[in-house]
């Protein structure tokens, strides 16, 4: 039986941990193992953490002594589950659908350069076929909405991919280490029909801690903290603004990398415009 292994980082949000571990738990199967890094919280969250230190689905937990964010405890676990043959990250403001790991294996296992295959985090009012399906394609029983990436949370990636491309490089970003495996002919993407991962950081979620200004300003997503964002109702616009740009943004690689991509974005910028590739 193939080994999964599952990284999910909390910092300071009790009830989202709450909820994002139990989840995990219950939507994974038992050839899939959970490393939970803690980013230094608070008590409230290290007693939710601990509340899970013997759960048999929890390989181990880690309390780390300061908030390194998310860079450095992938690259951690990237480097520490090498007997893996997938691994995955789940955010602690995510709440994973049902047998999505089994879905997502058996793609793995029927498509052999499948590389980073996702869960969708967007609402269904934010879906569009007629974008989305330029970039929707069949592979056997499982489609793929492609793109170079996916976000860094609720994806299943081959660890090989690590032995072909090499690991996170000093600060690169998910993003970024999507599109080199992407340059290098894996198959990225969200799998189609959609596997919904519900994002508790977008204000129109069910289980959102985001219901007013106040709470917006609390709970600040790590995104709309590092896009300067100051509303709810300003990330809001943004979270519908992302899904349309990601149905229907290019599918190669090299509209992101390279020489030319790099003429390309350097001329928008001097416009003042907006680099963005489309499909």
Sequence with gaps: MMKIKILLITYNRPDYARMSLERLCDTIPKNARITVWD??????????????????????VIYNKKNERLWAPTKWFW??????????????????PPKWCEILEKAHNDMPHAGILGCWRFLPEDFNLSK????????????????????????LMKRSIIDNIGTLRQNETFTDFCIRASAKGFINGWYYPFLYQEHMDDPRARHTGIKTEEDFKKLIPLSAEKFGIRSKDAWTERLKKSAQKLQECSIDPYDYIGIKAKVKRKIHTFLGKEYFPKA
Excluded at 39 to 60: C, D, G, M, W, Y
Excluded at 79 to 96: G, H, P, Q, R, Y
């Design 39 to 60: 980013n230094a919280s608070e008590n409230q969250t290290i007693q939710v953490v601990k509340a899970f230190e013997k759960h048999p689905l929890v390989e181990r």
């Design 79 to 96: 480097e520490n589950s090498k007997d893996a043959d997938f691994i995955s990250k789940v955010d602690d403001d995510c709440l994973m």
């Design 132 to 155: 989305a399906s330029r970039k929707i394609y069949a592979y056997g029983p499982h489609m793929v909405m492609r793109n170079c990436w996916v976000e860094g949370s609720g994806y």
